[in-house]
């Protein structure tokens, strides 16, 4: 008797997301580069990358992913999507201080040297999967802002984040008290969803 054969694997929202990056789609590419964009430049600012430099190491993080992301897989023991995106980013930065530090080590000497040196090595506790997760959902949670009406969307910061209450909200928005809970149901749906279709 021979062993049943396992189901077949569905694909998960973040991964057909993912497999969109890997074939440049436009608009995968975007969606990432709109989600993780603002993580990468918070990294770089948390290092000590000035705010005139920190748009340049954004971009080189990811025209590094665009040339890694055909062969990106995720293992456990290699790490996630956002590992690896932290990794790049790390490298990145430091590849930004030791150009830096060349360029000042000709104007200050060793100590600019060993100034920048430092910085490049403390990026393991600033650049990590962990430090982004509440940037990443306070991004998601402004790119699902547009999908939605502004009296829906209105309900739901006013229910949700402000916490004031539904009967309040619903005569302040002129809607009825469950107008106001499906408005803060359907946003709640939509961020949830959308956060599940983040790469790990």
Same mark, same amino acid.
């Given at each position: 008797?021979?062993?049943?054969?396992?189901?077949?694997?569905?694909?998960?929202?973040?991964?057909?997301?993912?497999?969109?990056?890997?074939?440049?789609?436009?608009?995968?590419?975007?969606?990432?580069?709109?989600?993780?964009?603002?993580?990468?430049?918070?990294?770089?600012?948390?290092?000590?990358?000035?705010?005139?430099?920190?748009?340049?190491?954004?971009?080189?993080?990811?025209?590094?992913?665009?040339?890694?992301?055909?062969?990106?897989?995720?293992?456990?023991?290699?790490?996630?999507?956002?590992?690896?995106?932290?990794?790049?980013?790390?490298?990145?930065?430091?590849?930004?201080?030791?150009?830096?530090?060349?360029?000042? /080590?000709?104007?200050?000497? +060793?100590?600019?040297? !060993?100034?920048?040196? %430092?910085? &490049?090595?403390? $990026?393991?506790?600033? =650049?990590?999967?962990?430090?982004?997760?509440?940037?990443?959902?306070?991004?998601?949670?402004?790119?699902?802002?547009?999908?939605?009406?502004?009296?829906?969307?209105? /309900?739901?910061?006013?229910? +949700?984040?402000?916490? !004031?209450?539904?009967? %309040?909200? &619903?005569?302040? $928005?002129?809607?009825? =008290?469950?107008?106001?809970?499906?408005?803060?149901?359907?946003?709640?749906?939509?961020?949830?969803?959308?956060?599940?279709?983040?790469?790990?």
């Amino acid at each position: 008797m021979t062993a049943p054969l396992p189901p077949p694997e569905h694909p998960t929202l973040s991964s057909q997301w993912m497999m969109g990056v890997k074939q440049m789609q436009p608009d995968s590419w975007n969606r990432l580069a709109s989600t993780f964009g603002p993580i990468v430049y918070q990294w770089c600012r948390t290092s000590g990358v000035s705010s005139s430099d920190a748009a340049d190491v954004v971009q080189d993080v990811f025209a590094s992913v665009a040339r890694g992301i055909g062969n990106f897989e995720r293992q456990k023991e290699q790490g996630s999507f956002r590992s690896w995106l932290a990794t790049i980013t790390r490298n990145r930065i430091r590849d930004h201080f030791r150009n830096q530090a060349k360029r000042e /080590a000709a104007i200050g000497g +060793t100590d600019a040297w !060993q100034r920048m040196e %430092q910085q &490049a090595e403390s $990026l393991e506790s600033t =650049v990590c999967p962990q430090s982004s997760e509440a940037a990443l959902v306070h991004q998601v949670v402004a790119m699902v802002e547009c999908e939605f009406e502004p009296k829906t969307w209105q /309900a739901f910061l006013q229910t +949700t984040i402000q916490q !004031q209450p539904a009967s %309040q909200v &619903a005569a302040t $928005l002129v809607m009825s =008290v469950a107008a106001v809970y499906q408005a803060k149901s359907r946003v709640l749906r939509r961020i949830r969803t959308r956060l599940q279709e983040l790469p790990d």
